[in-house]
């Protein structure tokens, strides 16, 4: 049995609204991202220190943080007591994340799980390696290159997206994929702008899984759109664009609705560690599917009106 079988609605006479809406939410975001000096970057791109520890018992993020406000190693002080400090996955489990620091002592990591090992003795494992559940430290040179290699990745991926829909399409077809791509990505990006969310490597694995999915729903609707164009010559363009997604319906609600069911529930339950890349692929399904239908498909009939003039 279909879902939305025989579905009749007039998309494209709320395209005006449509584009509105989309134009406030990408003007928010990249106002936000305008205001904050870019998005927030995690160390994966900054460089820096990274720590999980696990304690016995229940610990309380503000008795962490104040034992961070004077931290001696090797013979230098440290005030980490402003640096984000939070529960990692359980009210037992604590990260820190500490920015690159220019001559930092040998083992940095190291020292600081010692300095968190050492100040709660009572709430310790009797072997700090099981004490430990993560540390790293990234430097600055390797984030930039990182970082670096993140963009290419995504303007990579969007060039050749615009390439293969060339191809399989026209080319008015590629310019409405890639500017639904564009749009769900800066929605995402802007969203985790307002929320001060990090910008870590999954979640730059999140975008490009967005433009993925996004990508795989636009071109069920453009296909449909090439088949009824040879099957009714005789009907309006915005028409036949109107009927191709109704047609499509089924398939994309199916598709969407149950892969936000899944993120959903691996935003809900997943833990600290993928919370903000479900969170991004939460964000990344609505979006993209909206997109399909407005972005993608208005900016196709906006071209070929332009080209019929």
């Given at each position: 049995?279909?879902?939305?079988?025989?579905?009749?609605?007039?998309?494209?006479?709320?395209?005006?609204?449509?584009?509105?809406?989309?134009?406030?939410?990408?003007?928010?975001?990249?106002?936000?991202?305008?205001?904050?000096?870019?998005?927030?970057?995690?160390?994966?791109?900054?460089?820096?220190?990274?720590?999980?520890?696990?304690?016995?018992?229940?610990?309380?993020?503000?008795?962490?943080?104040?034992?961070?406000?004077?931290?001696?190693?090797?013979?230098?002080?440290?005030?980490?007591?402003?640096?984000?400090?939070?529960?990692?996955?359980s009210k037992s489990?604590?990260?820190?994340?500490?920015?690159?620091?220019?001559?930092?002592?040998?083992?940095?990591?190291?020292?600081?799980?010692?300095?968190?090992?050492?100040?709660?003795?009572?709430?310790?494992?009797?072997?700090?390696?099981?004490?430990?559940?993560?540390?790293?430290?990234?430097?600055?040179?390797?984030?930039?290159?990182?970082?670096?290699?993140?963009?290419?990745?995504?303007?990579?991926?969007?060039?050749?997206?615009?390439?293969?829909?060339?191809?399989?399409?026209?080319?008015?077809?590629?310019?409405?994929?890639?500017?639904?791509?564009?749009?769900?990505?800066?929605?995402?990006?802007?969203?985790?702008?307002?929320?001060?969310?990090?910008?870590?490597?999954?979640?730059?694995?999140?975008?490009?899984?967005?433009?993925?999915?996004?990508?795989?729903?636009?071109?069920?609707?453009?296909?449909?759109?090439?088949?009824?164009?040879?099957?009714?010559?005789?009907?309006?363009?915005?028409?036949?664009?109107?009927?191709?997604?109704?047609?499509?319906?089924?398939?994309?609600?199916i598709t969407s609705?149950?892969?936000?069911?899944?993120?959903?529930?691996?935003?809900?339950?997943?833990?600290?560690?993928?919370?903000?890349?479900?969170?991004?692929?939460?964000?990344?399904?609505?979006?993209?599917?909206y997109s399909s239908?407005?972005?993608?498909?208005?900016?196709?009939?906006?071209?070929?009106?332009?080209?019929?003039?």
């Amino acid at each position: 049995m279909r879902i939305l079988k025989n579905s009749n609605f007039d998309f494209m006479s709320k395209k005006v609204l449509a584009l509105g809406l989309s134009a406030i939410i990408v003007f928010s975001g990249l106002l936000s991202l305008f205001i904050n000096g870019g998005p927030k970057l995690s160390m994966d791109f900054k460089g820096g220190a990274f720590v999980a520890v696990q304690y016995s018992e229940e610990i309380n993020v503000n008795e962490v943080r104040n034992t961070l406000g004077n931290i001696n190693i090797d013979g230098q002080s440290f005030d980490f007591s402003k640096e984000e400090v939070k529960h990692f996955g359980s009210k037992s489990a604590v990260s820190l994340r500490v920015p690159h620091i220019e001559n930092s002592p040998a083992n940095f990591s190291q020292k600081i799980v010692i300095h968190l090992f050492d100040s709660f003795p009572s709430k310790t494992p009797d072997d700090i390696t099981n004490f430990i559940l993560s540390k790293g430290v990234v430097s600055p040179k390797i984030g930039s290159e990182l970082s670096g290699k993140a963009v290419m990745a995504i303007i990579s991926a969007l060039g050749l997206i615009m390439l293969y829909i060339s191809v399989r399409f026209e080319f008015k077809f590629a310019l409405g994929a890639i500017a639904a791509l564009t749009h769900d990505v800066l929605i995402t990006l802007g969203m985790f702008s307002l929320l001060s969310y990090e910008i870590s490597l999954p979640i730059i694995a999140a975008f490009l899984t967005i433009v993925g999915y996004s990508l795989n729903d636009t071109i069920v609707i453009f296909d449909r759109i090439r088949e009824n164009l040879k099957s009714s010559r005789n009907q309006a363009y915005t028409a036949v664009v109107n009927t191709s997604i109704n047609e499509s319906l089924s398939r994309t609600v199916i598709t969407s609705l149950t892969t936000f069911v899944v993120v959903f529930i691996l935003w809900v339950f997943g833990g600290e560690v993928i919370h903000n890349f479900a969170f991004a692929m939460i964000v990344g399904v609505i979006v993209g599917t909206y997109s399909s239908i407005y972005i993608a498909s208005t900016l196709v009939i906006y071209l070929h009106e332009r080209s019929s003039n």
